[in-house]
């Protein structure tokens, strides 16, 4: 079985402060992704990573994928409120390339 | 294009009970897949459609099931309903062609209780 772990599970920060949100596994993924999702919405699909050591940039977002294709980060500069969120990491894996997901991290920017 | 869609969006049970979830898929996606998210365990796969076919399965008890239509709508059965079933159930449809990068579009979810 494959296993996500994103850390930290909270975080709770000012307008304009910098963060970074990881998430780690034993397991080796084919592909990588981000989602946020907000109160009563789906998760919403942010990026997806496929090759180790990439690096991909959305704005103020900054997503890496780990060289052994292990982990992943996610880092966002300059925080807004609108950047509130519940942030998913997710990796394909496996014979049957089974979409696992993190538990999240609760991101709350305050103005 | 519409995005996907599920009904109902709330839903109250009690123990013992069985429910049906629906999900209409985007227009041209082939794929569905069911995911489970409760508080403890985050987002759970469950199971996973293409073309009218189960094609892959999560770590479920077999009183969870599903089915898709020809016409790529899909529902979602849950038997003999446990408090534990509580839960948000959120489905996600994709062309299905390609596992490692296809882009999965979820739907607002269907809340569950079960008292």
């Known amino acids: 079985t494959q296993l996500l772990e994103q850390s930290p599970q909270f975080l709770s920060i000012q307008e304009g402060e910098n963060l970074t949100v990881y998430c780690n596994s034993s397991?080796?993924?084919?592909?990588l992704q981000w989602y946020r999702q907000e109160p009563g919405e789906g998760p919403v699909l942010l990026v997806t990573v496929v090759t180790g050591g990439e690096v991909k940039k959305l704005k103020r977002l900054t997503f890496q994928f780990g060289d052994a294709r292990k982990d992943s980060s996610l880092h966002i500069t300059a925080a807004q409120p609108g950047d509130t969120g519940l942030y998913l990491c997710?990796?394909?894996?496996?014979?049957?390339?089974?979409?696992?997901f993190g538990k999240g991290t609760l991101l709350t920017v305050n103005p | 294009k519409a995005g996907v869609t599920q009904t109902p969006r709330y839903l109250i049970k009690t123990r013992g009970q069985q429910v049906t979830l629906s999900c209409s898929p985007i227009?041209?996606?082939?794929?569905v897949s069911w995911y489970q998210q409760t508080p403890g365990q985050g987002l759970q796969f469950l199971f996973e459609?293409?073309?009218?076919?189960?094609?892959n399965k999560g770590n479920f008890p077999g009183r969870f099931s599903g089915r898709q239509f020809s016409n790529s709508r899909s529902e979602m059965n849950v038997s003999t309903l446990e408090l534990g079933d509580s839960a948000l159930y959120l489905c996600?449809?994709?062309?299905?062609?390609?596992?490692?990068?296809?882009?999965?579009?979820f739907g607002p979810g269907t809340r569950l209780t079960v008292l």
């Open positions: 227009s041209g996606h082939r794929s």
């Open positions: 996600a449809s994709s062309l299905g062609t390609n596992p490692i990068t296809d882009t999965q579009y």
């Open positions: 997710a990796g394909r894996g496996g014979s049957n390339y089974k979409l696992t």
């Open positions: 459609y293409f073309s009218e076919t189960q094609r």
């Open positions: 397991s080796v993924f084919s592909s």
